[in-house]
């Protein structure tokens, strides 16, 4: 099976209405799906296990928010990327928040796990962001 059948299945599994969307930025093909309406919450995996790894979550939170759940480059069907060559700060924190950029995103709830919580904290700290 390839990741885009792995993906629609995953989205099958999970009901309700989700939405599959691509975003270039940086010359990064950036793949997120969207739930949900209300203010908007980003959900942000850990490295190398894409958006799919909030699957028992996105429901649930798409009742009172907006949510964004994002591949980041080299994971699920966005770019690939050499995360071991790579600078971390731009490849991960810039490309995400500029994603919130592009997509007007602000004010906006960000939830991370692993690498995804770095990034939080890493966007926070670059933008003088109260947290809490």
Do not use: C
Request: avoid cysteine; charged fraction near 15%.
């Amino acid at each position: 099976m390839d990741a885009l059948s792995a993906q629609q299945n995953l989205i099958n599994h999970i009901g309700g209405k989700i939405d599959s969307h691509f975003l270039n930025i940086d010359g990064y093909s950036i793949h997120y799906v969207t739930a949900g309406k209300g203010d908007p919450l980003l959900l942000i995996h850990g490295i190398n296990i894409g958006w799919g790894q909030w699957y028992k979550n996105i429901l649930d939170l798409s009742t009172n928010f907006a949510v964004y759940a994002v591949d980041m480059p080299g994971a699920g069907l966005s770019s690939a990327v050499a995360i071991k060559s790579a600078d971390l700060e731009k490849l991960f924190v810039e490309i995400i928040e500029k994603f919130i950029s592009r997509l007007k995103l602000e004010p906006i709830y960000l939830i991370g796990h692993s690498l995804g919580g770095w990034v939080i904290l890493r966007i926070a700290l670059r933008n003088n962001v109260d947290i809490k």
